[in-house]
């Protein structure tokens, strides 16, 4: 009868001689292209910065500057001409509008372009209505 | 399989030193790692899976996660121990991908039993026999005859219950014996073979 044999006596396996070294150079090219993406992500990271600064940096806000004078002049010049009953027309509804469109921008932080954007449309519609009113007032002297 | 030479197991002992440069990332500290525990990890892996290739493709992501995972390793327990774990767990998460896991089916396992029993004619050794056992089945034995795994960790394994791993280690245990001739129904060609097995408790 041969000898019993146990779960001792379960054979070891020795793994192939060429595991380690794959298994370094495969850990090597892992760890080179995280560096890699580390490095991408952090230029991306950088350039994500600058451009929120260029967007929304203390340069833009000035850039915005002329806009706004030149909003609150025409604003002005409105209000020497047009009589407070006289204000609900269609023109000032759309510059309401565009009012409130720019305060929904400002609110939700969007981009300098869009704040711009904004601006010289209400410019421009301020303007309509001041160009409107002095007509009505030229033919009312007439 | 290769020349006896002296074991080299999970319970060898990693000197503390070179675990410090292993968790700092010290590529040959990991080197010496991979010397004393990379044959046991190879042997788990193998005997739980039966194929070399998928058995090398085990200890390669067990040393490839050590690098990053040997950071959080507090000496809680042995090194040996914590390694046995992670290879045990990636041969069985390899088993779950190729779907070689009987879902929990019973009667699908004791199918494939039947199916084995057929093909064992040749099968004369220990490890030849284990090799004709169902994954599964063959998962359980290991891990529970040789690495100690208790039915409650082998439970939480296969996410089955305590009984299920019970009934699959006694069935696998008839199996063993019947093919080794233990119980004088050997399988033909076996001859004289005999296994200590022990009756699952």
Same mark, same amino acid.
């Given at each position: 009868?041969?000898? &019993?044999?146990?779960?001792?006596?379960?054979?070891?396996?020795?793994?192939?001689?060429?595991?380690?070294?794959?298994?370094?150079?495969?850990?090597?090219?892992?760890?080179?292209?995280?560096?890699?993406?580390?490095?991408?992500?952090?230029?991306?990271?950088?350039?994500?910065?600058?451009?929120?600064?260029?967007?929304?940096?203390? &340069?833009?806000? @000035? &850039?915005?500057?002329?806009?706004?004078?030149?909003?609150?002049?025409?604003?002005?010049?409105?209000? @020497?001409?047009?009589?407070?009953?006289?204000?609900?027309?269609?023109?000032?509804?759309?510059?309401?509008?565009?009012?409130?469109?720019?305060?929904?921008?400002?609110?939700?932080?969007?981009?300098?372009?869009?704040?711009?954007?904004?601006?010289?449309?209400?410019?421009?519609?301020?303007?309509?209505?001041?160009?409107?009113?002095?007509?009505?007032?030229?033919?009312?002297?007439? | 399989?290769?020349?006896?030479?002296?074991?080299?197991?999970? $319970?060898?002992?990693?000197?503390?030193?070179?675990?410090?440069?292993?968790?700092?990332?010290?590529?040959?500290?990991?080197?010496?790692? +991979?010397?004393? +525990?990379?044959?046991?990890? +190879?042997?788990?892996?193998?005997?739980?899976?039966?194929?070399?290739?998928?058995?090398?493709?085990?200890?390669?992501?067990?040393?490839?996660?050590?690098?990053? $995972?040997?950071?959080?390793?507090?000496?809680?327990?042995?090194?040996?121990?914590?390694?046995?774990?992670?290879?045990?767990?990636?041969?069985?998460?390899?088993?779950?991908?190729?779907?070689?896991?009987?879902?929990?089916?019973?009667?699908?396992?004791?199918?494939?039993?039947?199916?084995?029993?057929?093909?064992? $004619?040749?099968?004369?050794?220990?490890?030849?026999?284990?090799?004709?056992?169902?994954?599964?089945?063959?998962?359980?034995?290991?891990?529970?005859?040789?690495?100690?795994?208790?039915?409650?960790?082998?439970?939480?394994?296969?996410?089955?219950?305590?009984?299920?791993?019970?009934?699959?280690?006694?069935?696998?245990?008839?199996?063993?014996?019947?093919?080794?001739?233990?119980?004088?129904?050997?399988?033909?060609?076996?001859?004289?073979?005999?296994? $200590?097995?022990?009756?699952?408790?």
């Amino acid at each position: 009868m041969s000898p &019993s044999p146990s779960w001792a006596e379960l054979p070891e396996f020795d793994p192939p001689p060429d595991l380690w070294p794959r298994i370094l150079a495969l850990h090597r090219r892992r760890r080179q292209r995280r560096i890699a993406g580390a490095i991408a992500a952090g230029l991306f990271g950088t350039a994500l910065a600058a451009y929120v600064l260029l967007e929304r940096g203390p &340069s833009a806000d @000035a &850039s915005l500057a002329p806009l706004q004078a030149r909003s609150t002049q025409l604003e002005n010049e409105l209000a @020497a001409l047009v009589p407070a009953a006289s204000r609900d027309n269609p023109a000032r509804h759309e510059l309401e509008r565009i009012e409130r469109a720019l305060q929904r921008a400002y609110e939700r932080g969007a981009a300098h372009g869009e704040l711009a954007a904004l601006w010289r449309q209400r410019n421009e519609q301020l303007g309509i209505l001041l160009a409107t009113r002095q007509q009505d007032m030229q033919v009312t002297r007439l | 399989m290769t020349i006896p030479r002296p074991p080299g197991t999970f $319970a060898e002992h990693a000197d503390e030193l070179t675990l410090q440069r292993a968790r700092r990332g010290d590529t040959q500290a990991l080197g010496e790692l +991979y010397r004393c +525990y990379g044959r046991a990890c +190879y042997t788990l892996a193998l005997r739980l899976l039966g194929n070399t290739a998928a058995a090398e493709d085990v200890v390669q992501d067990v040393f490839l996660k050590l690098f990053d $995972a040997i950071g959080g390793y507090r000496g809680q327990a042995p090194f040996g121990a914590w390694l046995k774990r992670l290879t045990a767990n990636a041969a069985i998460d390899q088993l779950r991908a190729q779907r070689r896991l009987d879902g929990g089916d019973p009667e699908a396992l004791i199918a494939a039993f039947d199916a084995a029993a057929t093909t064992a $004619a040749d099968a004369c050794d220990l490890w030849s026999v284990l090799q004709r056992l169902p994954p599964q089945a063959r998962a359980i034995v290991v891990l529970h005859e040789i690495e100690g795994y208790t039915h409650r960790e082998l439970a939480g394994l296969f996410g089955q219950t305590e009984s299920y791993s019970k009934s699959i280690l006694s069935r696998s245990q008839q199996r063993l014996r019947r093919w080794l001739g233990a119980d004088g129904d050997s399988a033909p060609g076996s001859g004289e073979k005999h296994v $200590a097995i022990p009756v699952v408790g």
